[in-house]
T-cell receptor, first 111, second 113 residues
Framework: SQQGEEDPQALSIQEGENATMNCSYK?????LQWYRQNSGRGLVHLIL?????REKHSGRLRVTLDTSKKSSSLLITASRAADTASYFC???????????FGTGTRLTVIP | DADVTQTPRNRITKTGKRIMLECSQT?????MYWYRQDPGLGLRLIYY???????NKGEISDGYSVSRQAQAKFSLSLESAIPNQTALYFC????????????FGPGTRLTVL
C-alpha cells in the first residue's frame, strides 16, 4: 500500500495542552498535506509542506517534515475542545497524480 | 453555497440494487475523485477523472463505475450493491498541477442491507 501511517491512532488530551501526531510514508514526495475531519463530515485541508521545507506554521499549527526519515509531525498548540476531530496526512508522491491518505489520528480534547 | 455538493447525503438500499451517487462542484476544477472511507482504513480511492474525457481506476474500483457528465459533475454507480459496500463515500476536487490540494464534499453515508 502507498498509504501513510499515522501514530498514534487515538489521542486524548486536556484543553490547553499541545497535541502531536506523526505520519510516516514510504516513497519520494512533492509535498505532504494535513487534513482534518469532523465526525462523519468531509475532510478539510489544513496545511501543506513542500519536500524542500522542514517546518511550517499556520496559526496554532506547526508541521515538520523529515524527508530522510520519511516522516512528518503535526503539532497543535493550546488545544481547544473544538479541535476534537480526526487528522489525516496525505502524500503527494513523485510521479503520481493523486494523494495517498493515511489512516488518521483521532484527537479528543477534553474541556 | 458549498463548493462541492453530494447527493444523496444518506441512503439505505438492498443487496442487488443499482445505486448512483452524484457530485457537483462550483470550484471550476478539472480533477474530480471518488473515495470510500471505512473505519480504521482511512480513505481509499475508487476512481478519478482529470477532465470530461478522462476516467481512471483507483485502488478499489471493482464493483463501481463512474461517469463524468460535465466538468462540474462526477457520478459514482454501484451496479449491484452488496453489503460490504456499506461505507462513507466522498467526492473531492482539485485544480491542475501541483500541489494536489483536494477539496471534499460532505459525504454520502451508504448502507447496503
Amino acid at each position: 500500500s502507498q498509504q501513510g501511517e499515522e501514530d498514534p491512532q487515538a489521542l486524548s488530551i486536556q484543553e490547553g495542552e499541545n497535541a502531536t501526531m506523526n505520519c510516516s510514508y514510504k516513497t519520494s514526495i512533492n509535498n505532504l498535506q494535513w487534513y482534518r475531519q469532523n465526525s462523519g463530515r468531509g475532510l478539510v485541508h489544513l496545511i501543506l509542506i513542500r519536500s524542500n521545507e522542514r517546518e511550517k506554521h499556520s496559526g496554532r499549527l506547526r508541521v515538520t517534515l523529515d524527508t530522510s526519515k520519511k516522516s512528518s509531525s503535526l503539532l497543535i498548540t493550546a488545544s481547544r475542545a473544538a479541535d476534537t476531530a480526526s487528522y489525516f496526512c496525505a502524500t503527494d508522491q513523485t510521479g503520481a497524480n493523486n494523494l495517498f491518505f493515511g489512516t488518521g489520528t483521532r484527537l479528543t480534547v477534553i474541556p | 453555497d458549498a463548493d462541492v455538493t453530494q447527493t444523496p447525503r444518506n441512503r439505505i438500499t438492498k443487496t442487488g440494487k443499482r445505486i448512483m451517487l452524484e457530485c457537483s462542484q462550483t470550484k471550476g476544477h478539472d480533477r474530480m475523485y471518488w473515495y470510500r472511507q471505512d473505519p480504521g482504513l482511512g480513505l481509499r480511492l475508487i476512481y478519478y477523472s482529470f477532465d470530461v474525457k478522462d476516467i481512471n481506476k483507483g485502488e478499489i474500483s471493482d464493483g463501481y463505475s463512474v461517469s463524468r457528465q460535465a466538468q462540474a459533475k462526477f457520478s459514482l454507480s454501484l451496479e449491484s450493491a452488496i453489503p460490504n459496500q456499506t461505507a462513507l463515500y466522498f467526492c473531492a476536487t482539485a485544480g491542475q498541477g501541483t500541489p494536489h490540494t483536494q477539496y471534499f464534499g460532505p459525504g454520502t453515508r451508504l448502507t447496503v442491507l
